[in-house]
């Protein structure tokens, strides 16, 4: 019973037991047997530590069992013993030689060595045995080219013509076998006999005119190439090779009108012509970089009916990087979402040009109506919350970032994902939601913990409630540390410190900020944080003088009128 499962479970794992010459004992048989059925079970279960132990006691027990080295190898491989793996391999195949699994792990060992000479020689040996791998052909194929043995390449094709019958592929790999042997009249007879053979298939005809053409038949093979486009104006394979031979001669003219025939052919795939414009571009920039011509053909491809989104985008990058005016750029991308309105990549330039141009009412709507065609793309939402927020429209805002956060998984940017919960805070905050306001702070610093915008104001805003003073000076510190002559963060630091009644450092640095602090509006709060932290220093005319200037930009202050008029610090 046990004999019968052990053959069964080895067929199921692609193996064929293998008669050996050494003769054992029934009980090492048994024991065998019993432990190398053991070692597939825990191998079967992922215990792989104890199926390589086992097999290597079945190895004591029977040196000469080929599917022991064969599971052995598999073992050696994933330890990285590359030496140990091949030897186990090779011990396989030599003690079970019929065994096509085993030979055929052993030509691909040798493959992953390079050791392309003795591939060819196992999956030879295998073909032989069993010709129905016609696989193996292709690979022998591959190794001979590999080893630059063209003759034999050129052989191995034979036959598998012989078996496939003759067919455009294997003409054609021939064909460019002979020319690289330079046997001109081979590579061209190859040729000939497909379009013999195919005499209707005009892309035969065209590659016999190929042939021709590479090896300087070139009379022939126009003559072959007038023939095929009175059958077949629109060959694409034809009017290419015509390009390529008249902008050999140098008639940049006939080779022009070409271009522009196989770009205007509706049977030139969309790939194809992006690939000739490249060409096109390529000459252009080395003529010179005149984007005349680009243009035009650009222009002639957009205003076909079946136009597509890749070609108007290929334009508008090309555009780009000529640094062409960014309204006709806007008006290609616009082609763009009229073909594909679910193309992000155009959107989001149209986005970019807006945000640009401050043009927010463009930006909100583009955003809204990607969120129609595109609604996994964050990069939208954020977007839109920005522009709501620069219009100071806070529920709009918060609605298009608390959407964008619903969008997102594992593979979400952590910059965009912490600026998202950024700038919640900072609306929530402003709602008067603080405690709204300080999760979403939490929830950004978890994506991002050096994100300086959020560090800086989740600091101020506790120090202003009074609150974790200790954890806004640590966040604030950061912050000085990044940008040591930022103004704001350097105040902000001053007046967590101030909170902490550390007066004399946050004198050193409310003394920073001022150094640092440009001509603009909203150094109010900086100005009188100074008079404050003077005050409480003991300078208070220094103070006067900070509350004063402060005075002179907030007039209705109440709370600094009182403390110009009492001349002492007073709370909030």
Same mark, same amino acid.
């Given at each position: 019973?046990?004999?019968?499962?052990?053959?069964?479970?080895?067929?199921?794992?692609?193996?064929?037991?293998?008669?050996?010459?050494?003769?054992?004992?029934?009980?090492?048989?048994?024991?065998?047997?019993?432990?190398?059925?053991? =070692?597939?079970?825990?191998?079967?279960?992922?215990?792989?530590?104890?199926?390589?132990?086992?097999?290597?006691?079945?190895?004591?027990?029977?040196?000469?069992? =080929?599917?022991?080295?064969?599971?052995?190898?598999?073992?050696?491989?994933?330890?990285?013993?590359?030496?140990?793996?091949?030897?186990?391999?090779?011990?396989?195949?030599?003690?079970?030689?019929? &065994?096509? %699994?085993? $030979?055929?792990? /052993?030509?691909?060992?040798?493959?992953?060595?390079? *050791?392309? =000479? &003795?591939?060819?020689?196992?999956?030879?040996?295998?073909?032989?045995? &069993?010709?129905?791998?016609?696989?193996?052909?292709?690979?022998?194929?591959?190794?001979?080219? #590999?080893?630059?043995?063209?003759?034999?390449?050129?052989?191995?094709?034979?036959?598998?013509?012989?078996?496939?019958?003759?067919?455009?592929?294997?003409?054609?790999?021939?064909?460019?076998?002979?020319?690289?042997?330079?046997?001109?009249?081979?590579?061209?007879?190859? $040729?000939?006999?497909?379009?013999?053979?195919?005499?209707?298939?005009?892309?035969?005809?065209?590659?016999?005119?190929?042939?021709?053409?590479?090896?300087?038949?070139?009379?022939?093979?126009?003559?072959?190439?007038?023939? !095929?486009?009175?059958?077949?104006?629109?060959?694409?394979?034809?009017?290419?090779?015509?390009?390529?031979?008249?902008?050999? #001669?140098?008639?940049? =003219?006939?080779?022009?009108?070409? %271009?522009?025939?196989?770009?205007?052919?509706?049977? %030139?795939?969309?790939?194809?012509?992006?690939?000739?414009?490249?060409?096109?571009?390529?000459?252009?920039?080395?003529?010179?970089?005149?984007?005349?011509?680009?243009?035009?053909?650009?222009?002639?491809? /957009?205003?076909?009916?079946?136009?597509?989104?890749?070609?108007?985008?290929?334009?508008?990058?090309?555009?780009?990087?000529?640094?062409?005016?960014?309204?006709?750029?806007?008006?290609?991308?616009?082609? !763009?979402?009229?073909?594909?309105?679910?193309?992000?990549?155009?959107?989001?330039?149209?986005?970019?040009?807006?945000?640009?141009?401050?043009?927010?009412?463009?930006?909100?709507?583009?955003?809204?109506?990607?969120?129609?065609?595109?609604?996994?793309? $964050?990069?939208?939402?954020?977007?839109?919350? +920005?522009?709501?927020?620069?219009?100071?429209?806070?529920?709009?805002?918060?609605?298009?970032?608390?959407?964008?956060?619903?969008?997102? &998984?594992?593979?979400?940017?952590?910059?965009?994902?912490?600026?998202?919960?950024?700038? $919640?805070?900072?609306?929530?905050?402003?709602?008067?939601?603080?405690?709204?306001?300080?999760?979403?702070? *939490?929830?950004?610093?978890?994506?991002?913990?050096?994100?300086?915008?959020?560090?800086?104001?989740?600091?101020?805003?506790?120090?202003?409630?009074?609150?974790?003073?200790?954890?806004?000076?640590?966040?604030?510190?950061?912050?000085?540390?990044?940008?040591?002559?930022?103004?704001?963060?350097?105040? %902000?630091?001053?007046?967590?410190?101030?909170?902490?009644?550390?007066?004399?450092?946050?004198? +050193?640095?409310?003394?920073?900020?001022?150094?640092?602090?440009?001509?603009?509006?909203?150094?109010?709060? +900086? +100005?009188?944080?100074?008079?404050?932290?003077?005050? #409480?220093?003991?300078?208070?005319?220094?103070?006067?003088?900070?509350?004063? *200037?402060?005075?002179?930009?907030?007039?209705?202050?109440?709370?600094?009128?009182?403390?110009?008029?009492?001349?002492?610090?007073?709370?909030?």
């Amino acid at each position: 019973m046990m004999k019968y499962l052990m053959l069964f479970l080895m067929m199921g794992l692609g193996l064929k037991a293998q008669a050996q010459d050494m003769v054992y004992p029934d009980s090492i048989n048994r024991k065998f047997d019993h432990f190398f059925m053991e =070692a597939m079970v825990q191998r079967q279960k992922g215990n792989n530590d104890a199926a390589f132990d086992l097999l290597r006691h079945c190895q004591e027990l029977k040196p000469d069992a =080929a599917e022991v080295y064969y599971f052995l190898a598999q073992y050696y491989a994933e330890l990285r013993d590359t030496e140990k793996s091949t030897a186990c391999v090779k011990r396989a195949a030599s003690l079970a030689p019929d &065994n096509e %699994t085993y $030979m055929e792990t /052993l030509a691909q060992t040798y493959i992953r060595q390079q *050791d392309y =000479a &003795n591939a060819i020689l196992v999956i030879e040996g295998i073909y032989e045995r &069993n010709k129905d791998h016609l696989d193996l052909l292709e690979m022998l194929f591959q190794l001979y080219q #590999q080893t630059g043995d063209n003759e034999h390449a050129v052989e191995v094709l034979n036959r598998l013509e012989k078996i496939d019958g003759k067919s455009e592929r294997l003409s054609v790999a021939k064909s460019e076998i002979y020319t690289r042997m330079g046997d001109k009249k081979a590579a061209v007879s190859e $040729m000939s006999q497909l379009a013999k053979q195919f005499p209707n298939d005009q892309n035969c005809q065209a590659m016999y005119g190929e042939a021709l053409m590479m090896n300087g038949q070139t009379k022939k093979a126009l003559g072959i190439y007038h023939q !095929v486009l009175e059958v077949e104006p629109d060959n694409n394979r034809v009017l290419l090779s015509l390009r390529t031979y008249y902008q050999s #001669q140098g008639d940049m =003219a006939i080779a022009d009108s070409l %271009t522009e025939r196989v770009l205007m052919n509706q049977n %030139t795939t969309s790939a194809e012509k992006i690939q000739l414009l490249r060409q096109e571009i390529s000459a252009s920039e080395s003529a010179g970089g005149d984007s005349t011509r680009v243009m035009s053909l650009f222009h002639q491809m /957009l205003a076909l009916p079946n136009c597509d989104a890749d070609m108007a985008l290929f334009c508008a990058s090309y555009m780009n990087a000529k640094k062409m005016p960014k309204d006709s750029i806007r008006q290609v991308l616009e082609k !763009v979402l009229s073909i594909a309105p679910d193309h992000s990549g155009a959107r989001l330039q149209l986005v970019g040009y807006a945000w640009e141009e401050d043009d927010l009412d463009r930006v909100i709507n583009l955003c809204q109506e990607a969120r129609q065609y595109n609604p996994d793309e $964050m990069a939208f939402y954020y977007y839109q919350g +920005i522009a709501y927020y620069k219009k100071e429209n806070l529920d709009g805002a918060l609605s298009a970032f608390q959407n964008g956060i619903g969008v997102i &998984n594992e593979e979400s940017s952590p910059a965009i994902v912490s600026d998202f919960y950024a700038v $919640m805070g900072d609306i929530l905050h402003q709602k008067g939601l603080a405690k709204e306001a300080f999760e979403a702070y *939490d929830s950004c610093l978890q994506w991002k913990d050096d994100n300086i915008g959020c560090l800086n104001n989740y600091a101020y805003y506790l120090s202003e409630r009074g609150e974790q003073l200790d954890k806004a000076e640590a966040m604030s510190f950061k912050t000085v540390k990044a940008e040591p002559k930022n103004a704001t963060y350097l105040d %902000t630091y001053a007046w967590i410190l101030f909170m902490q009644e550390r007066y004399s450092e946050a004198k +050193i640095y409310i003394d920073q900020a001022l150094q640092n602090m440009e001509d603009s509006l909203g150094n109010e709060v +900086i +100005i009188e944080h100074a008079g404050d932290i003077y005050a #409480q220093n003991r300078d208070i005319d220094r103070a006067l003088s900070y509350w004063r *200037d402060a005075q002179q930009k907030k007039p209705e202050d109440q709370l600094l009128l009182r403390k110009i008029k009492l001349k002492k610090y007073l709370k909030k």
